[in-house]
């Protein structure tokens, strides 16, 4: 089975280089012998792009029912052209303080693999990180999110180190739910030691670049590296999610 990069933006994302183009990327992804999931931020989609980076929005969920700014039907418009067996559709989710995510219900079943991010949380866990992200994963659960997209960026982001006490636990959510966790290198230092939980506890490994300009498409090398460290003389198709 080829190898997926399971987290691959387009040049919707505010965050994105304008050439992201779906066009380009899925044929990266062809020359590498790699299949791909191109997946957009679902907020991008319908909120402005100076409200999304205040993180405010987490606190309004009916922030994405703005038709103002709605350009999720454009998205599923264009990108639909591009599905195929090597080519899967997605979204990277985030989830607002209500725990709710940041889709609407008409837009949740169009798409191969929802992966679910957490960029920010509610003001009421602003005190603890942590809880705040079990609370997250918890709604993601619930909602049915497939992969949890690199899980402690957050942590990195506030200037933190990600909670080694809390590994266990998110492993224990992630497992019972069925969700995969994401190895991603993309502004983000993998944890060894979380991944190595997971692999022994039977949670999926979703392989991701989080690319946002076109020479990230589908560099796994270090991804591969990690795996091969940690599962050793296992076959990586048996701890590989593919959507």
């Not at 980076?53 to 038709?67: K, L, V, W």
Request: with cysteine.
């Amino acid at each position: 089975m080829i190898p997926y990069d399971n987290h691959v933006h387009t040049h919707f994302a505010y965050c994105s280089d304008d050439d992201m183009l779906p066009q380009a990327t899925t044929a990266i992804a062809k020359a590498k012998g790699c299949g791909i999931s191109l997946v957009e931020h679902a907020a991008h989609l319908y909120i402005a792009n100076e409200v999304y980076q205040t993180g405010d929005f987490i606190e309004m969920p009916q922030s994405i029912f703005d038709n103002k700014h709605d350009r999720m039907e454009d998205y599923i418009e264009y990108v639909k052209q591009f599905a195929s067996e090597s080519v899967r559709l997605g979204l990277e989710v985030e989830v607002f303080s209500d725990g709710s995510l940041t889709l609407r219900e008409e837009h949740k079943e169009l798409w191969d693999i929802l992966l679910g991010a957490v960029h920010f949380i509610p003001k009421r866990f602003e005190d603890d990180l942590t809880q705040g992200l079990l609370w997250s994963l918890e709604a993601f659960a619930d909602c049915g999110v497939d992969v949890i997209a690199h899980p402690f960026r957050i942590f990195l982001r506030e200037g933190v180190n990600p909670p080694r006490h809390a590994y266990k636990e998110v492993v224990e959510i992630l497992k019972k739910c069925g969700m995969a966790a994401e190895l991603n290198f993309h502004y983000n230092n993998p944890e060894e030691e979380f991944f190595k939980m997971c692999v022994e506890n039977g949670v999926k490994i979703s392989m991701g670049s989080d690319a946002h300009s076109l020479f990230e498409v589908c560099d796994l090398s270090e991804h591969f590296s990690m795996l091969r460290s940690i599962c050793g003389s296992t076959d990586l198709q048996k701890v590989i999610y593919y959507p």
